[in-house]
């Protein structure tokens, strides 16, 4: 399949709360604009925030181990801080973090990488810190989203769409699909969003419908 057979096309929408569901969005912005050939895609922080799952730092009280163990995390990292550290925390346990980064460390020193997140959970790679997100929430840590392959589904069943995914992208080219309706094929999809066509900023394009995705399918099966 190649990318340039499909055209992604981004959906503005307002700024979206935890009032919000986020299946009701995408249809009130996107409904005209999706086909039953095309893949819905949604930004997994905006997901997490109609959910709800968003903390304030100043509802967080890092404690003396979140304060030492945000020092191993490299600073780009969202758990570099101590209140992104203690959000992980909070999420996976202290003990499971404190394990984790132990035995990342071991993995280091025998040019084995990514153990961390490999172990300490789901959570810790999915946690944006404050100005990781869309304003006003950019001043929040948000969590990742709850059920992710529901979410996908819900979108699918409300919208008719060939298909839905909850995807985390960001602009160094690192894509993730976390939740997708059956059929799809996650890196597949993560590999056509890898250029981030998202604007979870001051754009506030949190919804991108890849269009034909479904045509293309049914060509490349068929050759």
Known sequence: MTE???????????????KDNIVDVIEKYAKEDIGPHDVV?????????TQGRFVRPEELHPS??????????????????????????????????TWALFVGFLGKLVGRRGLFYELAGGQTALIDDVTGTMPPFDKCLVYGPADPNGVAEA?????????????????????????????????????????????????????????NYGLVVQKTVGQ
């Open 64 to 97: 003396l181990l979140a304060r030492v163990l945000c020092r191993f995390i490299a600073k780009e990292g969202s758990l570099a801080s101590a209140y992104g550290m203690q959000t992980a925390m909070n999420a996976e346990g202290s003990w499971r973090i």
């Open 155 to 211: 979108i699918k069943q409300r919208l008719g769409c060939y298909g839905a995914v909850v995807a985390d992208v960001n602009d160094l080219k690192r894509a993730a699909v976390l939740g997708a309706t059956q059929g799809l094929v996650p890196k597949e999809i993560a590999q056509i969003l890898i250029n981030n066509p998202f604007g979870n900023a001051s754009q506030k394009t949190p919804i991108v419908i890849i269009k």
């Open 4 to 18: 340039q057979a499909l055209e992604l096309k981004p959906v503005p929408t307002r700024i979206l709360t935890d």
């Open 41 to 49: 895609s949604v930004a997994e922080s905006v997901v997490a925030i």
